[in-house]
């Protein structure tokens, strides 16, 4: 079974804090993605990367940064955070492969900024 | 660009009633269509999945038929259980696996 696993569940942090969010997938995936939930607005794509050290703008990457530096790894960012951006925080990967290019979701990271 | 849309619910339901969410995408080709449900608390797990025209995808009692000629792929089930009740997401996905597009999520509530 693919995992796709997130360093956190909660996380609680301070205005102006650098925060990082890890996710780590075990099946090799070329694709990694973070999207950010909020009630009402759906999932919105923050970032996605389809190689190391490659990434690609989603709808919403202001104030995010991501650094894929290893094949199963993948971080989000917050440089400085801000109240706003208290959000579930989802990352998921997928493989690149034609009709088999199912993403595969971590359990998600809620994050309060105070 | 592509898009989904779905039923926004929500959805309150008793139990073994029947259940249909629709939902119906625009794409420039021919794309994957998928499900994924997502419990209280939970990241989203795929329900079940379509990969060409008049493909059915089924699990757990859930079915969605991909329909090209009115671009839809609604999600059924005969006798829904209070266990059911999630968020239910449309999906659909072209290409290699970058270019994935969701639905905004119809919540079910399912009342015993």
């Known amino acids: 079974d693919v995992k796709v696993t997130q360093s956190s569940r909660y996380l609680v942090k301070r205005t102006g804090e650098k925060v990082f969010l890890e996710c780590v997938q075990d099946m090799d995936h070329e694709n990694m993605f973070w999207y950010r939930q909020d009630p009402g607005l759906g999932l919105r794509l923050i970032y996605f990367s389809y190689d190391v050290k490659m990434k690609e703008k989603g709808d919403i990457p202001e104030g995010y940064s991501v650094s894929r530096e290893k094949k199963e790894r993948f971080s989000l960012i917050l440089e400085s955070a801000s109240t706003n951006q208290t959000s579930m925080y989802l990352c998921a990967s997928s493989p690149t492969r034609r009709l088999q290019n199912i993403q595969y979701f971590g359990a998600g990271t809620r994050l309060s900024v105070l | 660009g592509n898009s989904v849309t779905q039923m926004e619910g929500p959805v309150t339901l008793s139990e073994e009633a029947f259940l249909t969410i629709n939902c119906t995408y625009t794409?420039?080709?021919?794309?994957?269509l998928f499900w994924y449900v997502q419990y209280p608390g939970e990241g989203l797990q795929l329900l079940l999945k379509?990969?060409?025209?008049?493909d059915k995808g089924s699990n757990k009692g859930f079915e969605a038929t991909y329909r090209k000629e009115t671009t839809s792929f609604h999600l059924e089930k005969g006798s829904v259980q209070v266990s059911d009740s999630a968020v239910y997401f449309c999906?659909?996905?072209?290409?290699?696996?970058?270019?994935?597009?969701f639905g905004p999520g119809t919540r079910l509530s399912v009342l015993p």
């Open positions: 379509a990969t060409k025209a008049d």
């Open positions: 794409a420039t080709g021919y794309p994957s």
């Open positions: 999906a659909l996905s072209e290409g290699y696996g970058q270019n994935f597009v």
